[in-house]
């Protein structure tokens, strides 16, 4: 209910006052843990907002050499012109709409459709944000050995997939660098961002210090995220947090509200 969902939220600066933000809290690959970006602007704004990124981010992932795969589901929404070269399509056409077992060798498309279910129906993650080694399918019919990392967006049933044409150990070493990559863009931005483990602030950027009116990270990283909400909203983000993690129901992750 708030995961996925942006939202209108009153938060509490460290002096006790109010301030009016859209929130949006979307799962990292990591189980257990969140990013969550506050932006001052109107909840219209923020998904206006949230549109451009999106763009923008697609823009992105069509540069990169490694083969990108958006899905619904089990069914393939959008691929990059990489992953057009690496399975030897001529076209998108031929795969978006189609499901992703497509781009499998039986076996792995047999296991990946039950790890994709499971995670739906519980939240359990076998193969969400851990990479592994698996044979992928050539439109001739050919094999490939790729290391595939999928993870959830912040629209529910939505998963992205990147396929690294290396070995796992390598994949895991690119991802850590992306990783701190995403780290140093995410100071930079003028919005607060927080990333919690459950409900423990882990990290924050320079914004969000300067939005709730702190002086240092040290005084936010180690609490609990609530220390930066208003009686009400803490009470709700912490059932809405406990549900989610029990049943994958999204009543506040990837909402921005």
Known sequence: RIIGKPRVVTGKRKDGSSVSLTLSVSPCAAPGEYIGIL???TEAEARAKAETELRDVSTALETLAEPVIMMRGHTITSVN???LETFGYES???LEGQGVTVLMQTPEASKHSSFVDRFERTGERRIIGKPRVVTGKRKDGSSVSLTLSV???AAPGEYIGILYRRTEAEARAKAETELRDVSTAL???AEPVIMMRG???TSVNHATLE???YESKSELEGQGVTVLMQTPEASKHSSFVDRFERTGERRIIGKPR
Do not use: M, N, V
Request: hydrophobic fraction near 20%.
């Open 199 to 201: 409900h423990t602030i």
């Open 151 to 153: 993870s959830p967006c």
């Open 92 to 94: 998108k056409s031929e």
């Open 187 to 189: 100071e930079t931005l």
């Open 39 to 41: 932006y001052r602007r």
């Open 81 to 83: 012109h990489a992953t």
């Open 211 to 213: 939005t709730f009116g």
